[in-house]
């Protein structure tokens, strides 16, 4: 049986890992980090949790649907209140606005997003290797793929992750075209540019006449921030974005900065914070370099080019931002992780 390899072990890698699950294939996986799921990060605090990447997805997302509902993993609406707050301070006021009526509904996961990767986990039984980064590819009969530790041998191999990290940290022999270099390289990472912060307290002492904590505020550190709230779980939580211009600030000074903003907002010193989490994706190695060129947000994402077999189609590209149906998405992971599943199992099985 051929052997297959899959680079990445975030939700494309993970969903085409989960495609191929009931061929006789020989799959094998290799991550970079200690854990799965790469921009999907979710902090278990049992039976709480703070969500640190992805987190909202809707009715367009058909391949992520499709999946959540198969694996039966429980997810509920985002409520968002009927009001929201602007926070144009120091150049303005503070202000409260109607949010308009949404047809379309945003949902999240009950347990946090990480419950789709344990799910997914859970129902794909192929050895994954932690902690292996692959440094370099050659090919020739086969390949030949080098980690900082070991080299492995594979027939097929499946690259799942960000474009633009493949040309900054993966060193190809023969080399690729000089065109797909270009465009692998000039493809966004979504959200690589993104601070999320997730924040529980003892009560929720924000909501109050139709405000949920819905908040907008371009000048201050917070720039957006959502409920994050579960009645199940008696949690008590806010999550959003922080204004990038805050990134060179130690996570704690973060933090500090981020209960002095909610604090002037809600006037409310009894209000216990019991815990507070950040992370500034930029600085997240696995998922864009530290020396990456910037770039428009999806520029390139969803590129056809992406999707070209390489190296006589024996190589595919399979991250989130090659996909054709809503790429940089988790739809597009799924979307594109299951379209490559497919391919091998029409190829191989
Ligand atoms: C803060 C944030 C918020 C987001 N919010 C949303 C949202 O609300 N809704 C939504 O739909 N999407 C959201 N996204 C996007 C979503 O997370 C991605 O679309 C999806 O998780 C991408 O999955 P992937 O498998 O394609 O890539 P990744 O998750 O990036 O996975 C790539 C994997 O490859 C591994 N890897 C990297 N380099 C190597 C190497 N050299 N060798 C071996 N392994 C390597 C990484 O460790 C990682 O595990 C958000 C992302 C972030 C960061």
Known sequence: M?????VGAGLS????????????????????RPRLGGR????????????????????????????????????????NGREAMYDFRPK?????????????????????????IDTL??????????NEVVKSV??????????????????????????????DSIRFEPGLSEHSHVLLSKTHTWMSDSIKFSVAFDSDFWKKDGFTGTLMSPQQIIQEMYDHSD????????????????????KEERKQRVLKQLGTLFLNDDVQNEAYADVNWREEKFTIHEKA??????????????????????????????AAQTPGYMDGAVHRGLEVGEWLLKKLS
């Open 2 to 6: 051929p052997k297959v390899l899959i």
């Open 13 to 32: 890698g993970l969903s085409t890992a989960y495609g191929v699950r009931k061929s006789n294939m020989d799959v094998e996986i290799l991550e970079a």
């Open 40 to 79: 999907i990060l979710t902090k278990n605090l049992n039976p709480r949790h703070l969500e640190l990447g992805a987190t909202w997805f809707g009715p367009q997302h058909t391949s992520l649907l499709k999946l959540i509902r198969e694996l039966n993993i429980p997810f509920k609406t985002q409520e």
């Open 92 to 116: 303005g006021n503070l202000e409260r606005f109607q949010i308009p009526h949404q047809e379309a509904s945003t949902y999240k996961f009950d347990n946090g997003t990480s419950a789709l």
């Open 121 to 130: 986990k859970k129902e794909i039984s192929v050895p994954i290797h932690y």
């Open 138 to 167: 050659k090919f020739d009969q086969g390949f030949e793929i080098r980690t900082e530790n070991r080299q492995f041998k594979a027939d097929y191999l499946v690259i799942s992750i960000p474009p633009q990290l493949i040309t």
């Open 231 to 250: 009645v199940r779980t008696a949690q008590h939580a806010l999550v959003g974005f922080l204004n990038s211009s805050y990134s060179e600030l130690t």
């Open 293 to 322: 060129e910037l770039l428009v947000p999806h520029q390139n994402n969803g590129n056809p080019g992406l999707r070209e077999g390489f190296f006589s189609n024996r190589l595919f590209f399979s991250a989130s931002e090659t």
